[in-house]
């Protein structure tokens, strides 16, 4: 059974910080990726690690989100520092299966950065 389960959300002040955790499992996955959802909004792209590794930045979170995957590449993760009001969402992670042919998406975790 394919799953991502995301972890690490939370309330947290402006100027903090968070680290967002995507297990994944079922199937090997490559182009991992990072999502998020404001309430009103659409969904939009965040952060992503293509099949090489090389990393991909919404303008909105360069030079204050980090994303990373272990060494066994099934664990996804966002390192977000300096976060901001506008940063609250839910967040989403997406991986893509190589036995499936098809994207998977997690459950979503709520980050909430107070002013």
């Known amino acids: 059974q394919v799953q991502l389960v995301e972890s690490g959300g939370g309330l947290v002040q402006a100027g903090g910080s968070l680290r967002l955790s995507c297990a994944a499992s079922g199937s090997i996955f490559i182009n991992m990726a990072w999502h998020r959802q404001a309430p009103g909004k659409q969904r939009e792209p965040v952060a992503s690690?293509?099949?090489?590794?090389?990393?991909t930045y919404a303008d909105s979170v360069k030079g204050r989100f980090t994303v990373s995957r272990d060494n066994t590449k099934t664990t996804l993760y966002l390192q977000m520092d300096s976060l901001k009001p506008e940063d609250t969402a839910v967040y989403y992670c997406t991986a893509y299966s190589v036995q499936y042919h098809r994207a998977y998406w997690g459950q979503g975790t709520q980050v909430t950065v107070s002013s």
């Open positions: 690690l293509s099949s090489t590794g090389t990393p």
